[in-house]
């Protein structure tokens, strides 16, 4: 059983940034798949970023040429670095790996990330 675990969210100002992490208990080189979801209140939960073992992302339109995702295999995390934060960014962020494609994911306990207008 892997376990993610995330740190870094907190309050910001709009504007501002972040940098999210995801710890896994495992290595994460087994994983095809790493990325941040999010969920605000009273919203679904969407993805924001992805990177796949093979090196290609995928963002969310609403993150693009804001956030990006990066990986450290030898400290086995993940990160999300957020740039110019905007209110409706503000969510539970959660962080996630898949060991295999069509497999279910492993989720961290999610971090809050709160933007001020």
């Known amino acids: 059983q892997v376990q993610l675990v995330e740190s870094g969210g907190g309050l910001v100002q709009a504007g501002g940034s972040l940098r999210l992490s995801c710890a896994a208990s495992?290595?994460?080189?087994?994983?095809?798949?790493v990325g941040w979801s999010r969920q605000a209140p009273g919203k679904q939960r969407e993805l924001v970023a992805q990177?796949?073992?093979?090196?290609?992302?995928n963002y969310a339109d609403s993150v693009k040429g804001r956030f990006t995702i990066s990986k450290d295999n030898a400290k086995n995390t993940v990160y999300l670095q957020m740039n110019s934060l905007k209110f409706e960014d503000t969510a539970v962020y959660y962080c996630?790996?898949?060991?295999?494609?069509?497999?279910?994911?492993?989720w961290g306990q999610g971090t809050q990330v709160t933007v001020s207008s």
């Open positions: 996630y790996g898949r060991l295999r494609w069509g497999g279910e994911n492993y």
């Open positions: 495992d290595s994460i080189v087994r994983f095809v798949a």
């Open positions: 990177l796949t073992n093979y090196g290609s992302t």
